[in-house]
């Protein structure tokens, strides 16, 4: 079994920045891809950010390329999720999936994950 945990959520102003991060454990003897996805109230869940395994690909959504930046510590098993300049619109619920993949693997379709955490919520106030 592999276990996702998202932690670095919470409430800030407008233009401050957050860092997400989600750990993994269990068997994570193999490369997993993980993404960041989100859902907001009334609205369907969407892709944040992703990267393969080995860290060496990664994809950001494009209307949040010049704010997020994903990055991933295989020593710790954790992946990260920087937010900069967060506007009342990124408000939502943030989690991250694994899926085990080759280690240059880019998976960014949320529907290819098998494992997924409980989500961190980030509310930002205007």
């Known amino acids: 079994q592999v276990r996702l945990v998202e932690s670095g959520g919470g409430l800030v102003q407008a233009g401050e920045s957050l860092r997400l991060s989600c750990t993994v454990s269990?068997?994570?003897?193999?490369?997993?891809?993980v993404g960041w996805f989100r859902q907001a109230p009334g609205k369907e869940r969407e892709t944040v950010a992703a990267i393969s395994g080995d860290g060496t690909g990664t994809f950001v959504q494009y209307t949040l390329r010049n704010r997020c930046t994903i990055s991933r510590d295989n020593a710790r098993n954790t992946v990260y999720l920087q937010m900069n300049k967060l506007k009342p619109d990124d408000t939502a619920l943030f989690y991250c999936?694994?899926?085990?993949?080759?280690?240059?693997?880019?998976?960014?379709?949320?529907?290819?994950?098998?494992?997924w955490g409980q989500g961190t919520q980030v509310t930002v106030a205007s």
């Open positions: 999936g694994a899926v085990e993949a080759t280690a240059t693997g880019l998976i960014t379709q949320s529907s290819r994950y098998t494992y």
């Open positions: 269990g068997r994570t003897g193999n490369y997993y891809a």
